[in-house]
């Protein structure tokens, strides 16, 4: 195969889901499968037709089961892995209601933004905890 082969490309709105107490919600993958076991920002793909909006409140909705309310643009990082290319859109967002349930993951944590140091992300993430954590 030669080295220009492109890639699988994912685009994937991600939430940065904050509480009343200042903490963000954190989910841990599943072991099987891509970046299996690493902690992440609850989000997936978007859809066709969608606006970033409505993917990240649908993807919160199917994977967690709480309600919230999408705000401002963090940042966008465009990150390679060694076999896909993701495109992470990631917003400020509102807890509102619900018990967060772990549907599609290992494990669901409230933490603080120092607390974020002790968990294992993927790569694309120190981008996205650096700039959470720039004063
Ligand atoms: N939701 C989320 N995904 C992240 C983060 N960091 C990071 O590299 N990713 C990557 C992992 C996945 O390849 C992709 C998220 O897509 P996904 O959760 O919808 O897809 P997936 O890998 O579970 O697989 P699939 O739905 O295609 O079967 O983005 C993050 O903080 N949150
Ligand atoms: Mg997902």
Partial sequence: MSETAVLP?????????????????????????????LW?????????????????????????????EVGEHLITIDHTYTHLRVTLIVHHCRYVSGVPQPIECEEIRW???????????????????AVLQSP
Wanted: overall charge negative; charged content about 30%; aromatic content about 6%.
């Fill in 111 to 129: 933490v603080s933004l120092d607390e974020l140091e002790s968990y294992t992300f993927p790569e694309a993430n120190s981008q996205i905890i």
């Fill in 9 to 37: 490309h994912k685009i994937i709105g991600v939430a940065v889901i904050w509480n009343d107490l200042g903490e963000i919600l954190i989910d841990r993958r599943r072991s099987e499968g891509l970046m299996g076991g």
């Fill in 40 to 68: 992440e920002f609850p989000g997936g793909k978007v859809e066709a037709g969608e606006s970033i909006e409505e993917c990240i409140k649908r993807e919160i909705s199917e994977e967690l089961a709480i309600e919230i």
